[in-house]
């Protein structure tokens, strides 16, 4: 909620100086032709022609600077290119677009990601997990290459139903679902509606910087951003009709770099690669303004945070020390209300920590679902082996009984 607002903020913040590039140089040619009308050859404030042609050039090709700036150099540029997957139509009437990878017989882990963003941002998980789990990741309904619903209408009940199908063919043994953000949300609200699965197909659950309630409750505004719900809900409204005019906005946003610096201040506690920093940025633009919009309402009219106490099954809440967008005390209110939760503080990340600090995040995933996964399990799980008809040439000790004799087995016998 926050992260969009930001990027709001900013594309409102690029549009200015668009504009004032525009009026600097017409005011420059105004006064130009007044000059040559009284036949002076003096250039009339030469600075408004330079500094407009500078904010017209930043607001165009400023993103490259930018990212230049914000971000440090890694080696994760094949994040950047979109890995293959496969359609799937659910219930709800959406159409999400779905990729799978690792073990085919291997226990499953499915992520759901943040509200504006994209399956791709799972890219470190996918090069990890993938060797061991069977690592599913899908577009939430309408984001990335994911169709919305027919009827347009979004809920997060019915992004918990989207999951259900993607639970039931994707990964028809034991599964983790891993929830970001509304991807938490998501997971939590799942739990809610489809407790019949829980502790049989699906082992556990892993919150990443979420938040039990509207999160207009729980960034670091507090309340005021609360107190302000009636605007956002009017303006959030607004992106529906106004589709057209916001993406407008929100490319030549991109362009200038301001809406890299508002998923820099927004999103990141630590330094972001160059390629995360525009993967994120890059997912806010191109998704549907409109779509955001709906999500937006979709979250403000939720909460869930009394239910969680009949969720009884093993849970890893990951609490980012500086994420401004959902504040580490939400973290720490899902933790204490769910009855077999682990917490795990992350002090450097910011919301998306996932992204930035991924090896942390990674690796207590991966013990977490070795933990759950093999809780409970016995043989009779395991495939049957033929072990073939018995060897006569072996011969056979009868099966001794406490207080029976030990058997002269010989010199050198044990």
Request: glycine residues 10%; contains cysteine; neutral net charge.
């Amino acid at each position: 909620m926050l992260l969009l607002l930001l990027q709001r903020i900013f594309s409102l913040i690029s549009l200015a100086f668009l504009a004032l590039g525009g009026y600097l140089v017409w005011s420059w040619w105004q006064m130009r032709e007044a000059v040559d009308a009284t036949g002076f050859d003096d250039d009339p404030q030469p600075w408004r022609l330079w500094v407009g042609v500078a904010l017209l050039a930043w607001s165009f090709l400023g993103r490259t600077p930018v990212l230049m700036l914000l971000g440090r150099k890694g080696d994760d540029h094949d994040r950047l290119k979109r890995s293959s997957g496969e359609k799937l139509q659910t219930p709800t009437g959406a159409v999400l677009d779905v990729a799978s990878e690792g073990p085919a017989e291997a226990p499953a882990l499915v992520f759901l990601h943040g509200w504006g963003l994209e399956r791709g941002i799972w890219w470190e998980a996918r090069q990890r997990l993938s060797r061991r789990f069977r690592v599913v990741t899908y577009d939430l309904a309408g984001l990335g290459k994911s169709k919305q619903p027919a009827d347009g209408k979004y809920s997060i009940e019915r992004f918990a139903d989207d999951l259900r199908a993607v639970v039931e063919q994707q990964a028809p043994r034991k599964v983790v679902l891993v929830g970001h953000s509304i991807g938490g949300m998501t997971v939590m609200t799942y739990c809610r509606r489809h407790a019949d699965t829980l502790g049989g197909q699906v082992a556990g659950i892993v919150l990443e910087n979420t938040t039990p309630v509207d999160p207009t409750h729980t960034t670091v505004l507090g309340e005021a951003l609360h107190a302000t719900e009636p605007v956002l809900r009017f303006f959030s409204r607004l992106g529906v009709p106004l589709q057209p005019l916001s993406w407008l906005m929100n490319w030549q946003s991109y362009l200038s770099g301001q809406t890299h610096i508002a998923m820099r201040i927004g999103g990141f506690g630590t330094r972001p690669t160059r390629s995360q920093l525009e993967q994120v940025s890059r997912a806010a633009t191109v998704n549907s303004p409109a779509v955001q919009s709906k999500g937006n309402l979709a979250m403000m009219n939720w909460s869930i945070e009394r239910e969680l106490k009949g969720v009884h099954i093993p849970a890893l809440v990951f609490i980012g020390g500086q994420d401004i967008v959902t504040v580490p005390s939400a973290g720490e209110n899902i933790a204490w209300s769910l009855p077999r939760a682990r917490r795990h503080p992350v002090q450097d990340a910011g919301h998306l920590g996932p992204m930035e600090l991924a090896d942390e995040y990674n690796s207590a995933i991966e013990a977490f679902a070795d933990e759950v996964f093999t809780q409970g399990a016995q043989w009779a799980d395991a495939r049957p082996v033929d072990l073939g008809a018995p060897d006569p040439k072996v011969t056979r000790l009868p099966l001794r009984r406490p207080g029976d004799e030990q058997p002269d087995r010989g010199p050198g016998s044990l």
